[in-house]
Nanobody
Framework: VQLQASGGGLVQTGGSLRLSCAAS????????MAWYRRAPGKQRELVAA???????SYINPVKGRFTISRDNAKSTVYLQMDSLKSEDTAVYYC????????WGYGTQVTVSS
């Protein structure tokens, strides 16, 4: 399975972005999927996760601001990010749980104040 994230960009504090991650391969629907991020100087962390049937979970800093969803027919997972803060600046990646798939390049999200 190959992963390709897109949708990042430069946005002001309080703005929104919608990230997409397309996966090749027909087995996408059985994976628990997640969005991860790596901020400058920090380790990669899991941000949001979604089960095969659509149950979502989030780390505390993004609860109420981010929404993860998936479209199994399109083998795509999404991350709607609202009320963005400067601390959300990072490269965002998608992968399974655990992250055993080959990492894609990620997509850069930069939030400016």
């Amino acid at each position: 399975v190959q992963l390709q994230a897109s949708g990042g960009g430069l946005v002001q504090t309080g703005g929104s972005l919608r990230l997409s991650c397309a996966a090749s391969g027909s087995i996408f629907s059985i994976f628990r999927m997640a969005w991860y991020r790596r901020a400058p100087g920090k380790q990669r962390e899991l941000v949001a996760a979604i089960t095969a049937d659509g149950s979502a979970s989030y780390i505390n800093p993004v609860k109420g601001r981010f929404t993860i969803s998936r479209d199994n027919a399109k083998s795509t997972v999404y991350l709607q990010m609202d009320s963005l803060k400067s601390e959300d600046t990072a490269v965002y990646y998608c992968n399974g749980i655990p992250p055993t798939l080959t990492w894609g390049y990620g997509t850069q999200v930069t939030v400016s104040s």
